[in-house]
């Protein structure tokens, strides 16, 4: 896939603005200059069509027909956007893969993956970044209806439980973000606006993140809540002649893995631009050449969790037996960060480098 192709995720409860966000996506991005392609909700189009989980003989022999398309359909929209000249491709996927394991039992998702000669991490991490829309049966009840999607039929209380399984299925992915209704409609839309042009770093990728010294947290807990998932990470810093951090990261688990390429400048204590690239199997190990001996690898476990709509990453490192980091990004310094009574902050760390994950590659702690 080409460089220049940005593939995200819009995926969300019944009812979360999905299709207001896409009509607002096209015009503001066409104006930053992207070439904005999008792919449409897979389920609507075969319940529409009369493929559906009532009329197919089980829901998993559905689930294997949306998901096949669903992977068929973003196929097709990357090589055609390959052929594009534009110099910045945005792929939109009204949901992705992932959502469908939130209307299916764990052992059917796992069943038909096997069955397609997929797995969850690849089919996750395949996207560049999710942003989820909550379901307006959540804070927004007065505004929740089924009336604009025929394909839709869940009550209130049905798409509360839908959300929160979809965020759920999508925890553990490297940038989601969750848009929750603290605000109203308009402001909500503006929120995702806002979000996306942030990751895709315009008119600069500034990331903005705060960083926490926790107590060694209860990994057996995290381990159980839906709302958390390991992730198993090794990151090697690169040597580099002009003062950029740059490093390669293996990041997934039960044995799948994809990699990634990372060039950080930092700006300040809270901010730095942030440049990352997807790399193959073969050119991340080609990169490992170019390792800097002055630095350890970094080995560490990592539970992503989705606490209030914000999303953590806890790093948990075999080094350390009393204590951990937890991340999070914010869309601006300001924002007020609330922690699960679960996660014993000791204090704020962002602006020591003593904390820095290449401060901990260049030390024995």
């Not at 049966?137 to 798409?159: D, I, L």
């Not at 042009?197 to 807990?221: Q, S, V």
């Not at 958390?228 to 580099?240: F, G």
Request: charged letters at 30%; a negative charge.
């Amino acid at each position: 896939m080409s460089r220049n192709i940005i593939k995200i995720v819009i995926t969300g409860g019944p009812c979360g603005g999905k299709s207001t966000a896409m009509s607002r996506m096209q015009t503001h991005f066409t104006d930053l200059g992207y070439r904005v392609l999008f792919v449409s909700e897979t389920a609507t189009e075969l319940i529409k069509g009369g493929v559906a989980p009532w009329t197919c003989r089980t829901n998993a022999d559905y689930q294997m027909c949306q998901i096949s398309l669903q992977i068929e359909k973003e196929r097709i929209f990357e090589k055609a956007g390959m052929t594009m000249p534009d110099e910045k491709v945005m792929i939109v996927c009204d949901r992705g893969v992932l959502d469908n394991k939130a209307y299916m039992k764990s052992d059917e998702f796992y069943n038909v993956l096997s069955e397609l000669g997929e797995n969850e991490v690849e089919l996750r991490d395949n996207y560049d970044a999710v942003f989820h829309l909550v379901t307006a049966a959540k804070g927004a009840e007065e505004f929740y209806t089924t009336a604009n999607n025929t394909a839709r039929t869940e009550t209130p209380e049905q798409a509360a439980v839908i959300d929160d399984k979809i965020i759920s299925a999508w925890t553990g992915h490297p940038h989601l973000r969750v848009i929750d209704n603290d605000t109203d409609f308009e402001g909500k839309i503006h929120k995702l606006l806002h979000e996306i042009t942030t990751f895709l770093g315009e008119p600069e990728p500034f990331e903005t993140e705060r960083k926490f010294l926790i107590e060694y947290p209860d990994t057996a807990f995290l381990s159980t809540l839906d709302n958390c998932k390991r992730v198993e990470i090794i990151q090697t810093y690169l040597n580099s002649d002009d003062g950029s951090e740059v490093r390669v990261r293996q990041r997934g688990s039960d044995g799948h893995y994809i990699y990634f390429k990372t060039i950080k400048r930092r700006i300040s204590g809270l901010k730095c631009i942030e440049i990352e690239e997807r790399l193959s199997k073969d050119e991340y190990l080609q990169l490992l050449m170019n390792a800097d001996t002055t630095k350890r690898q970094i080995r560490k476990d990592r539970y992503c969790l989705t606490y209030k709509n914000q999303y953590f990453e806890i790093d948990v490192y075999p080094f350390w037996q009393d204590k951990a980091i937890a991340e999070i990004e914010l869309s601006n310094e300001d924002a007020e960060i609330v922690f699960p009574d679960y996660v014993k902050v000791i204090k704020e760390v962002t602006d020591d480098l003593n904390f820095k994950n290449s401060a901990l590659a260049s030390v024995n702690v």
